[in-house]
């Protein structure tokens, strides 16, 4: 009998299979019981941090949560049944844009809009069934957590890694809003799909570039190998020199340099001509007044060209001449300062030296202009020919004074070393990765704890007046200024140093910043004292298992081990890396294969799916559609077979075979009716070991796959031993304890995937409560090893016959009886066998002649 507490309101029913009903039965039972409610330790029980990404609060679940979360959860449970105390939390990212479009469309405040959206998807998602520890619910527009949000760039500003600064940021026009790097994809918004324009404004920075080689290492990190790729090549290191170039003439603020880096220093005496970005501060210095319309032109033209364009090989080369020379000090060469929208200031020091005969770009610049070319490593066999395209390979030095005759590769480090001899450059290493831009035109964010006062400078807001705030009663308006800026009371305030008038700084902190720190958060959610203690960062952090999209590769999970890097130098959390492994899943399309969306009218409503199918059929059905890091379209019928396979699986429980009688159980619906003994035959009609086999060798697969993440074959497993036991059942009377471990094993097995019904069934079968609070079996590997094997014999590749052979057999015994095997015998007779190919278990291959 199953142990129950009284609960009126759960639904009466009978035996029948109904989903809906005793899902919802089972959900208000585990609530009721706060059986997934997770304690800092439990004695004897190792601690592990499951997690998967929490959602953002658009308004409803869509079938993308589902597949991201449901399989999350079936690996949670999977660990809490092996006996860990798995901490498994939910909660809400609740701050962005979207929140604050809504307001200026007139419809409803972003504080009301997003927290009935939370209501709303906080529901959505237990419906899921899922073990969330709810207590632990997280909100990151609540003030009581980006107060920690607040306090955490309070730290960074200490730590020298927070920094105001005006630089060229990237601008959409139709949000109004500046975006980081990563969030412009082919040019455009990747919100809104506008095109991005380039602005300079000042705008609050990270120096994620101060960590950027050990964000390049991934050691001991059990992450899929793309995923690390996508950093390193987001990041970029390169290995190079930096060298300076004289002005002719010094610039009027005295500058007397332009000093460019480089990962071609062995190429330094082919320069013929100098590239600043447009956007780079010497320009206006230096240009002549004979240039200076000109280059003033074309520095706004550039404002409407993205960075992506702007770095387009496609397009043709343009620039123009500033006017000024600089001097190359390894030759003595004047050469002329040009400015071309291809050099960036973001990159390196905004200058590119150019060596249009080793360098494309710099060729088909040089080209356009008819700037010289001057070759300085041959290409083999070179005659002294022009080039007809840049050459790009190894070679000779050639044209470069004292360094004539050198291999490049050994020319690179012995300029390199020159420059830093002669004092005007040396061996340097830059990266492609940029500082973080995290400020924000939005309201909807968390504010920038900072103040401006006259007197003091940049101040920041004291500790103890944390957190800064969001006013309620503000203006929104498409003005390209935050909010903020118009709220005189959130403006205005006192300087916490000298007591004098001051304001506020009224940009908003990236949301991207509020997720990198909420994996901490869950840990201690309460603690009113500090972001996270000391024993819960030990007792959590870092997280055993993150699962989230590849997507996040180069923002979120980036930006997320920076974070965590900078709070282990505080001496805040244990270890170097927020997250020891990674599990990415794929994309979820739709049932014409594309992604889904509401234009192409082929979106999946998951709540409806659930209402029709059940939970526990629509978790099942995601994870059985394929490979989970693949993904792949939602196939409506394929959900139809999902679900007879439960009715079936719920029928083999609830109607036991001939040897066995039906205890009185007791379930979420109340009692069963006992159904009549069925008599016991004189002897069973199929071996206990047979079944008892199949229940073992699926275990064996199970806990296997579960531990890969190999969803879909774990739940095909599970569906052949439902069969298995069902032609077992028909063909006769059955063992009864081969029966009962069988079924108990079907059912712990069921429980990660299909958390109800096998709750329901578990109690049916007069087993203790709670399904999930069994440990994980163990297979028995006796007899979980197959006694045979099925091999395919081929003869010159062709496949001529199968034999069934036992599971430990040898090559030579395969051989020999292959050799007896009638479709075989014949072919080979006669003829030598020259070569055999045996794949254990699975194929023999004679090759004759």
Same mark, same amino acid.
């Given at each position: 009998?199953?142990?129950?507490?009284?609960?009126?309101?759960?639904?009466?029913?009978?035996?029948?299979?109904?989903?809906?009903?005793?899902?919802?039965?089972?959900?208000?039972?585990?609530?009721?019981?706060?059986?997934?409610?997770?304690?800092?330790?439990?004695?004897?029980?190792?601690?592990?941090?499951?997690?998967?990404?929490?959602?953002?609060?658009?308004?409803?679940?869509?079938?993308?949560?589902?597949?991201?979360?449901?399989?999350?959860?079936?690996?949670?449970?999977?660990?809490?049944?092996?006996?860990?105390?798995?901490?498994?939390?939910?909660?809400?990212?609740?701050?962005?844009?979207?929140?604050?479009?809504?307001?200026?469309?007139?419809?409803?405040?972003?504080?009301?809009?997003?927290?009935?959206?939370?209501?709303?998807?906080?529901?959505?998602?237990?419906?899921?069934?899922?073990?969330?520890?709810?207590?632990?619910?997280?909100?990151?527009?609540?003030?009581?957590?980006?107060?920690?949000?607040?306090?955490?760039?309070?730290?960074?500003?200490?730590?020298?890694?927070?920094?105001?600064?005006?630089?060229?940021?990237?601008?959409?026009?139709?949000?109004? #809003? *500046?975006? %980081?790097?990563?969030?412009? /994809?082919?040019?455009?918004? +990747?919100?809104?799909?506008? @095109?991005? &324009?380039?602005? $300079?404004?000042?705008?609050?920075?990270?120096?994620?570039?101060?960590?950027?080689?050990?964000?390049?290492?991934?050691?001991?990190?059990?992450?899929?190998?793309?995923?690390?790729?996508?950093?390193?090549?987001?990041?970029?290191?390169?290995?190079?020199?930096?060298?300076?170039?004289?002005?002719?003439?010094?610039?009027?603020?005295?500058?007397?340099?332009?000093?460019?880096?480089?990962?071609?220093?062995?190429?330094?005496?082919?320069?013929?001509?100098?590239?600043?970005?447009?956007?780079?501060?010497?320009?206006?210095?230096? #240009? *002549?007044? %004979?240039?200076?319309?000109? /280059?003033?032109?074309?520095? +706004?033209?550039?404002?409407? @060209?993205? &960075?992506?364009? $702007?770095?387009?090989?496609?397009?043709?080369?343009?620039?123009?001449?500033?006017?000024?020379?600089?001097?190359?000090?390894?030759?003595?060469?004047?050469?002329?300062?040009?400015?071309?929208?291809?050099?960036?200031?973001?990159?390196?020091?905004?200058?590119?030296?150019?060596?249009?005969?080793?360098?494309?770009?710099?060729?088909?610049?040089?080209?356009?202009?008819?700037?010289?070319?001057?070759?300085?490593?041959?290409?083999?066999?070179?005659?002294?020919?022009?080039?007809?395209?840049?050459?790009?390979?190894?070679?000779?030095?050639?044209?470069?004074?004292?360094?004539?005759?050198?291999?490049?590769?050994?020319?690179?480090?012995?300029?390199?070393?020159?420059?830093?001899?002669?004092?005007?450059?040396?061996?340097?290493?830059?990266?492609?990765?940029?500082?973080?831009?995290?400020?924000?035109?939005?309201?909807?964010?968390?504010?920038?704890?900072?103040?401006?006062?006259?007197?003091?400078?940049?101040?920041?807001?004291?500790?103890?007046?944390?957190?800064?705030?969001?006013?309620?009663?503000?203006?929104?308006?498409?003005?390209?200024?935050?909010?903020?800026?118009?709220?005189?009371?959130?403006?205005?305030?006192?300087?916490?140093?000298?007591?004098?008038?001051?304001?506020?700084?009224?940009?908003?902190?990236?949301?991207?910043?509020?997720?990198?720190?909420?994996?901490?958060?869950?840990?201690?959610?309460?603690?009113?004292?500090?972001?996270?203690?000391?024993?819960?960062?030990?007792?959590?952090?870092?997280?055993?298992?993150?699962?989230?999209?590849?997507?996040?590769?180069?923002?979120?999970?980036?930006?997320?081990?920076?974070?965590?890097?900078?709070?282990?130098?505080?001496?805040?959390?244990?270890?170097?890396?927020?997250?020891?492994?990674?599990?990415?899943?794929?994309?979820?399309?739709?049932?014409?294969?594309?992604?889904?969306?509401?234009?192409?009218?082929?979106?999946?409503?998951?709540?409806?799916?659930?209402?029709?199918?059940?939970?526990?059929?629509?978790?099942?059905?995601?994870?059985?559609?394929?490979?989970?890091?693949?993904?792949?379209?939602?196939?409506?019928?394929?959900?139809?077979?999902?679900?007879?396979?439960?009715?079936?699986?719920?029928?083999?429980?609830?109607?036991?075979?001939?040897?066995?009688?039906?205890?009185?159980?007791?379930?979420?619906?109340?009692?069963?009716?006992?159904?009549?003994?069925?008599?016991?035959?004189?002897?069973?009609?199929?071996?206990?070991?047979?079944?008892?086999?199949?229940?073992?060798?699926?275990?064996?697969?199970?806990?296997?796959?579960?531990?890969?993440?190999?969803?879909?074959?774990?739940?095909?497993?599970?569906?052949?031993?439902?069969?298995?036991?069902?032609?077992?059942?028909?063909?006769?009377?059955?063992?009864?304890?081969?029966?009962?471990?069988?079924?108990?094993?079907?059912?712990?097995?069921?429980?990660?995937?299909?958390?109800?019904?096998?709750?329901?069934?578990?109690?049916?079968?007069?087993?203790?409560?709670?399904?999930?609070?069994?440990?994980?079996?163990?297979?028995?590997?006796?007899?979980?090893?197959?006694?045979?094997?099925?091999?395919?014999?081929?003869?010159?590749?062709?496949?001529?016959?199968?034999?069934?052979?036992?599971?430990?057999?040898?090559?030579?015994?395969?051989?020999?009886?292959?050799?007896?095997?009638?479709?075989?015998?014949?072919?080979?007779?006669?003829?030598?066998?020259?070569?055999?190919?045996?794949?254990?278990?699975?194929?023999?291959?004679?090759?004759?002649?």
């Amino acid at each position: 009998m199953t142990a129950r507490t009284s609960d009126e309101s759960q639904p009466a029913g009978g035996a029948r299979y109904e989903p809906a009903e005793l899902e919802r039965g089972w959900q208000r039972r585990w609530e009721q019981d706060a059986l997934y409610a997770t304690p800092d330790h439990v004695e004897g029980r190792e601690n592990w941090y499951a997690l998967t990404m929490f959602p953002y609060t658009s308004g409803d679940l869509h079938i993308g949560h589902w597949f991201a979360m449901a399989p999350s959860d079936a690996a949670a449970r999977f660990r809490r049944m092996q006996g860990y105390n798995v901490l498994f939390p939910m909660g809400f990212d609740a701050f962005g844009l979207p929140a604050e479009n809504a307001a200026i469309r007139g419809q409803i405040h972003p504080r009301d809009w997003t927290m009935a959206n939370i209501e709303r998807m906080r529901g959505q998602l237990k419906r899921m069934g899922a073990m969330f520890d709810w207590r632990r619910e997280l909100n990151t527009s609540a003030p009581d957590y980006y107060r920690w949000t607040q306090w955490w760039f309070l730290q960074l500003y200490r730590q020298g890694l927070a920094y105001r600064a005006e630089a060229p940021v990237n601008w959409c026009p139709s949000c109004n #809003t *500046t975006l %980081a790097n990563e969030q412009v /994809v082919d040019g455009a918004c +990747e919100r809104c799909d506008t @095109a991005v &324009e380039q602005r $300079r404004m000042a705008q609050w920075f990270f120096r994620i570039t101060r960590y950027a080689e050990q964000l390049l290492g991934h050691e001991g990190l059990q992450w899929p190998e793309y995923v690390k790729l996508m950093q390193r090549n987001w990041i970029g290191r390169s290995e190079g020199a930096e060298v300076s170039f004289a002005l002719e003439r010094p610039a009027p603020d005295g500058t007397a340099e332009i000093r460019v880096f480089t990962t071609r220093p062995d190429t330094l005496c082919g320069v013929t001509f100098m590239v600043l970005a447009p956007e780079h501060p010497l320009v206006e210095q230096i #240009t *002549t007044d %004979a240039q200076r319309a000109a /280059v003033r032109a074309y520095v +706004e033209a550039t404002k409407h @060209a993205t &960075e992506i364009e $702007r770095q387009s090989t496609e397009r043709e080369k343009s620039g123009v001449f500033t006017g000024a020379y600089s001097v190359n000090r390894i030759t003595g060469e004047r050469v002329p300062v040009w400015i071309a929208d291809y050099a960036l200031l973001t990159y390196g020091t905004g200058a590119v030296m150019g060596v249009p005969a080793h360098d494309q770009r710099d060729f088909e610049f040089a080209r356009r202009f008819a700037l010289p070319v001057r070759v300085v490593i041959a290409p083999p066999g070179w005659d002294g020919a022009p080039l007809v395209e840049a050459y790009l390979g190894p070679g000779v030095m050639v044209h470069s004074g004292r360094f004539d005759g050198l291999p490049n590769e050994q020319g690179k480090g012995a300029i390199a070393q020159y420059a830093e001899l002669e004092g005007w450059g040396g061996p340097r290493i830059a990266y492609r990765l940029r500082d973080w831009l995290i400020s924000r035109q939005r309201y909807w964010g968390a504010p920038i704890p900072m103040l401006y006062c006259e007197q003091c400078g940049i101040v920041p807001v004291p500790e103890q007046q944390l957190p800064v705030e969001l006013p309620y009663d503000v203006e929104f308006r498409p003005t390209g200024q935050s909010p903020l800026a118009l709220s005189e009371r959130f403006v205005r305030t006192s300087c916490p140093q000298c007591g004098r008038a001051a304001r506020r700084e009224t940009d908003t902190l990236d949301t991207f910043m509020c997720s990198s720190w909420y994996f901490m958060r869950y840990a201690d959610p309460h603690n009113r004292e500090r972001a996270v203690g000391d024993q819960a960062a030990q007792n959590w952090l870092p997280v055993d298992q993150y699962t989230g999209g590849s997507e996040h590769a180069t923002m979120h999970l980036l930006y997320a081990r920076f974070f965590y890097k900078a709070a282990r130098d505080a001496g805040l959390v244990p270890g170097d890396e927020p997250f020891t492994r990674l599990f990415s899943q794929g994309q979820i399309l739709g049932p014409d294969g594309r992604r889904m969306s509401k234009s192409r009218g082929n979106v999946v409503a998951p709540d409806a799916q659930v209402e029709h199918w059940g939970a526990d059929a629509f978790r099942a059905y995601l994870m059985f559609l394929g490979p989970w890091e693949q993904g792949g379209p939602y196939d409506v019928d394929g959900i139809v077979g999902v679900s007879r396979w439960l009715h079936r699986l719920w029928a083999l429980i609830t109607q036991p075979p001939r040897t066995v009688a039906a205890p009185v159980a007791e379930s979420i619906h109340g009692p069963l009716l006992a159904q009549p003994p069925r008599p016991v035959a004189a002897a069973v009609a199929e071996s206990p070991r047979e079944l008892r086999r199949l229940a073992h060798r699926t275990l064996q697969r199970v806990t296997s796959d579960l531990e890969h993440f190999q969803l879909n074959t774990m739940i095909a497993a599970l569906m052949e031993m439902t069969n298995g036991l069902q032609r077992l059942r028909d063909a006769g009377p059955v063992d009864a304890a081969a029966w009962e471990e069988g079924t108990r094993l079907l059912l712990l097995m069921l429980a990660p995937s299909c958390p109800h019904l096998a709750e329901e069934l578990w109690a049916q079968t007069g087993r203790p409560y709670s399904i999930h609070q069994q440990p994980w079996p163990a297979a028995d590997p006796e007899l979980a090893r197959r006694e045979s094997v099925e091999i395919a014999v081929q003869v010159n590749g062709r496949t001529r016959g199968r034999l069934t052979v036992a599971a430990d057999a040898d090559e030579a015994a395969v051989r020999a009886e292959a050799s007896g095997h009638p479709a075989v015998r014949d072919l080979i007779a006669g003829k030598t066998v020259e070569r055999v190919i045996y794949v254990p278990e699975r194929l023999l291959n004679l090759v004759v002649r």
